[in-house]
Each structure stands twice: as C-alpha cells, then as structure tokens.
C-alpha cells in the first residue's frame, strides 16, 4: 500500500524558474495532502529560530478554515 501511495505522489518541487513563491505554489497545487504536511513540517523544522517565530505570526494571523 504505502509503495502505491508513493507511486500517487507528485514528488519533490523543482528549481523556481520564475519566483520561488510562483513555483512553490504551482507545486503545491498538484501535490498531495501528505506531501504538502511533509514538505511544510521539514521546511519548518530547517528554519532558524527567528525565522520560524515569523512564519508562525504569519499564519496565526490568518483566520482558520
């Protein structure tokens, strides 16, 4: 099973050919639910200290769904 979910998956982003932000958002439309939670967790995770403070007043700031 997680073989064939791997199959379903869209994979790694590739380099910004354009913006960072506009391939970043051309991948994440095509990707899947768990790619997106890996991709946002690692990317996270990588992020120093002061960096990661910003990113979560970021997206407190915007209303939940």
């Known amino acids: 099973m997680s073989a064939a979910l791997g199959d379903m998956c869209l994979g790694a982003p590739i380099p910004p050919l354009l913006s960072v932000m506009d391939e970043a958002r051309s ?13 946002a967790l690692a990317c996270y995770s990588a992020m120093p200290p002061k960096a990661q403070a910003g990113f979560l007043a970021h997206v407190m700031g915007r209303a939940v769904a």
Do not use: D, N
């Open 27 to 39: 991948w994440a439309e095509w990707a899947t639910p768990v790619e997106h939670k890996a991709y």
